[in-house]
């Protein structure tokens, strides 16, 4: 965890707050459970350089574009060398890092609106679609072609990485 992060976190946990990725998605099936719970919050945030609705919104273009393709892939050569020995290196570890501000490549611009439910709801059914999913898969813009197994865990790897940044209050 970042210094400014775990700032952020000393302050506000004391206070009712409590991190949302604890623990962290290991499946897709666990981000859409932590969705419900997400979405039952009284009061959820991002500690980033990003809101929660563009953040959500960045989680489901991903999966999105996996079925649909990515608008601006990197050089195929970059994907047959450092981008498949990333996401190779990120299986081996069973974690992705990578910078949480850095959008899609040619993604359209991100939700930034306060209400980020339903930016929850279009990751929700991102996954959904995914998991239903059995046409053939798009490369990814910086690993190249995956099957749907690594597709997931590429995901779920996202999902995860993304969830440091994310705060909840307890509630109901």
């Known amino acids: 965890m ?3 992060q775990f700032l952020i976190a000393a302050v506000l946990l004391p206070a009712g707050g409590a991190m949302a990725d604890q623990p962290r998605v290991q499946s897709l099936d666990d981000a ?3 969705l419900d719970k997400l979405e039952r919050t009284p009061a959820a945030k991002a500690t980033g350089a990003w809101p929660l609705t563009a953040v959500l919104d960045h989680l489901a273009q991903s999966i999105e574009m996996s079925m649909d393709g990515f608008p601006q892939p990197k050089p195929e050569l970059f994907q047959k060398t450092a981008g498949s020995a990333a ?13 949480l501000d850095e959008p899609i490549p ?5 939700a930034a609106g306060a209400d980020w439910k339903p930016a929850a709801v279009r990751l929700r059914r991102a996954i959904t679609r ?11 813009f ?7 197994g690594d ?3 590429a995901h779920t790897f996202h999902i995860a990485n993304h969830q440091e940044e ?3 209050t307890p509630g109901s």
């Not at 996401?87 to 910078?99: A, E, L, N, Q, V």
């Open 151 to 153: 597709y997931a865990l």
């Open 130 to 140: 995914f998991n239903g999913y059995s046409g053939p898969f798009k490369p990814h």
């Open 106 to 110: 040619g993604a359209p611009g991100l």
């Open 2 to 4: 970042q210094r400014r």
């Open 142 to 148: 910086a690993y190249g072609p995956l099957e749907k």
């Open 87 to 99: 996401f190779k290196y990120f299986k081996w570890r069973g974690k992705m890092s990578h910078g």
């Open 32 to 34: 859409l459970r932590w």
């Open 166 to 168: 994310i705060l909840v």
